[in-house]
């Protein structure tokens, strides 16, 4: 069994900034792509950015700029430093990690539970 558990969420105003964590723990072999999913009230969840295993990076054109996604392979953790934000970036941020729990095993894909950001004044 593999845990995400993000911290680092919160109430900022308008321009601030946070840091969100996301450490995977568990029976785990390797972590492939990892990733920051948000979620507004009333809107579907949609990809923030995403990090490959060697650190390829993706951004939403809306974050493109302010955020900044970096991984600790050796910590198996996950970062998004949030610059600059704005009421619109308010959600629930989600963390992903395809992970492998042996060497010959499938990838799972697993989620954690979210954590609120809040922006506003």
């Known amino acids: 069994q593999v845990q995400l558990v993000e911290s680092g969420g919160g109430l900022v105003q308008p321009g601030g900034s946070l840091r969100l964590s996301c450490a995977a723990s568990?029976?785990?072999?390797?972590?492939?792509?990892m990733a920051w999913y948000r979620q507004a009230p009333g809107k579907q969840r949609e990809l923030v950015a995403s990090?490959?295993?060697?650190?390829?990076?993706n951004y939403a054109d809306s974050v493109e700029g302010r955020f900044t996604i970096s991984r600790d392979n050796a910590k198996n953790t996950v970062y998004l430093q949030m610059n600059s934000l704005k009421p619109e970036d308010t959600a629930v941020y989600y963390c992903?990690?395809?992970?492998?729990?042996?060497?010959?095993?499938?990838?799972?894909?697993?989620w954690g539970q979210g954590t609120q950001v809040t922006v506003s004044s």
């Open positions: 992903q990690a395809f992970v492998r729990t042996t060497e010959a095993g499938p990838t799972y894909l697993y």
């Open positions: 568990g029976s785990i072999f390797s972590i492939n792509a």
């Open positions: 990090i490959g295993s060697v650190g390829s990076t």
